[in-house]
Structures are given as structure tokens and as C-alpha cells.
């Protein structure tokens, strides 16, 4: 860890000379609980390509020298993959209103230094700038006595609150995928949080 990051904006196109780079870090990130995801390249490049296509997608993208050691996704709802597309449809809420952020990777000696807010800040900015009023993100929802959640977990929920986000409880999504130590993908749940953007 040189100590010397840069941050990069990245967008549509853009992204494609970089998706080796995020998948790597997709799966390295999200093999943590409470994703404990056992990730394969194939997947990723499908994945990643929705933000390439997309000409209104924003990846904040840390680097640290050469290697990515962080980054952060967003693109209008409208544009997501079906599966979070679907429960605002089935609730009546207009897609257009909405910018969805996809994750926010950091590997572990870079937490704690102010990304993960930088985070927010970008995916927000680029959302009001696209004329979007609302923002969300799904997370995914385990049972506080899952046998592999360590004992020093700590939850995002409350960083969330202060970001003003809130949990709105009729809004979940399920998708599946393969967990560490299992053979056989699983279905998960996760719910949405959102917040309503303030006028820059």
C-alpha cells in the first residue's frame, strides 16, 4: 500500500478496459460475509457489461499505483438488470425517478479512510446530474446467527442511516448464487434501501 490513491470517474464505455480489474475485485470482496460469494470471471464480464452499454453509468474506481483497490457502481434504475428492476414495477413506482447503485468494493487495508462516503457523494452527484430524484441499493439479508458471520461483524446499516438512507420493508428482491462452501447456487434475499435525493 503506497498511501498515494487516485480516484477515477469512469463511464459507459469507458468501463470496458477496466472490467478485469473490477471483476477481480467483485469476487474478492464479495467472498466476505454477508455475501460469501464464490464468484467466476464468466460472470462478472456478463454482469459488468450492463454498465458499459449503459452511456449514463458512473464506476468511481480507486486506485492505489496501478492496482484497483476499490470501486463503486451506479446507473438509472431503468437500466439495472431485471431482478431489481422488478419489485418497483410490481410496487407501481416509476423507474425514471430512480438511480440504483450497484456495490462499493474496498479492500480491507483501505477502509476506514473516507471511500466509502466518497462513494456516495459521486453516485449521488451523477444521479442528480442525470435529473433523478431518488436513490437506492439492495443489500443482502442474512440471520444474526448465520454459523459463518464473524464475531466481529459490524453491519453498514448504520452508516446508511446517516447517509439519510432508510430500509423500505415492502421492497426485496431475490437472486441466486453460489456460496462459499456450498455446491449448489442458493437463493438469497435483499432488501432495498433508498433515500430522496435533496436538490443540488
Known amino acids: 500500500m503506497s498511501g498515494t490513491l487516485t480516484v477515477d470517474l469512469l463511464r ?5 478496459r477496466h472490467v478485469d480489474a473490477l471483476a477481480r475485485l467483485r469476487i ?8 460469501l460469494y464464490d464468484g467466476s470471471a464468466e460472470y462478472e464480464a456478463h454482469y459488468l457489461q450492463t454498465y458499459v452499454d449503459s452511456p449514463h453509468s ?8 496501478a492496482e484497483a483497490v476499490g470501486a463503486s457502481t451506479s446507473l438509472p434504475l431503468a437500466e439495472a438488470h431485471q431482478e431489481m428492476r422488478e419489485p418497483f414495477l410490481a410496487a407501481g413506482l416509476p423507474l425514471e425517478r430512480y438511480h440504483y447503485f450497484g456495490e462499493s468494493l474496498l479492500l480491507r487495508p483501505y477502509r476506514g479512510r473516507g471511500l466509502g462516503v466518497r462513494f456516495f457523494e459521486e453516485r449521488e452527484a451523477h444521479a442528480r446530474h442525470l435529473g433523478q430524484s431518488w436513490t ?16 466481529d461483524y459490524v453491519p453498514n446499516d448504520v452508516f446508511w442511516g446517516r447517509r439519510g438512507y432508510v430500509r423500505e420493508p415492502g421492497l426485496e428482491c431475490r437472486m441466486s448464487w453460489l456460496d462459499l462452501g456450498d455446491n449448489a447456487p442458493s437463493n438469497k434475499t435483499l432488501g432495498f434501501w433508498q433515500r430522496r435525493l435533496d436538490p443540488a
Open 12 to 16: 459507459g464505455g469507458d468501463i470496458a
Open 28 to 35: 474478492r470482496v464479495f467472498r466476505e460475509f454477508p455475501y
Open 58 to 65: 458512473l464506476i468511481v474506481l480507486v486506485r492505489d499505483g
Open 136 to 151: 437506492t441499493f439492495c443489500a443482502v439479508e442474512r440471520p444474526p446467527d448465520h454459523p459463518m458471520r464473524p464475531a
